[in-house]
Nanobody
Framework: QVTLVESGGGLVQAGGSLRLSCAAS????????VSWFRQAPGKEREFVST????????QYIEAVKGRFISSRENTQNIAYLQMDNLKSEDTAVYYC????????????????WGQGTQVTVSS
């Protein structure tokens, strides 16, 4: 059974930082792309970032470029999203998701999801 568990969310002031973690089990982690999505109240789930299985390819939406960094440690089956210079518009529930081999930005393409972690940025 595949499970993804996020942690690291919380309340932070604008300009602050958080690091989200996504701990995976039940899969060969390096075979899976890990992507981060977020969903704000009343909005659709939005792609934020992706990292390839070996970490060589990363992609970000324009709104977080230069502020967020995806990384992963395959020996520990963990992926991270480092979020710096947070803004109020980053407030959302953040989800990690895993997909075999190929990255996409569409939530429906992902096989496995974590439960989500709340990030709240106060201005």
């Amino acid at each position: 059974q595949v499970t993804l568990v996020e942690s690291g969310g919380g309340l932070v002031q604008a300009g602050g930082s958080l690091r989200l973690s996504c701990a995976a089990s039940g899969l060969t982690f390096s075979d899976y792309v890990v992507s981060w999505f977020r969903q704000a109240p009343g909005k659709e789930r939005e792609f934020v970032s992706t990292i390839s299985g070996l970490g060589s390819h990363k992609q970000y939406i324009e709104a977080v470029k230069g502020r967020f960094i995806s990384s992963r440690e395959n020996t520990q089956n963990i992926a991270y999203l480092q979020m710096d210079n947070l803004k109020s518009e980053d407030t959302a529930v953040y989800y990690c998701a895993a997909r075999f081999r190929a990255a996409t930005t569409r939530p429906d393409d992902y096989d496995y999801w974590g439960q989500g972690t709340q990030v709240t940025v106060s201005s």
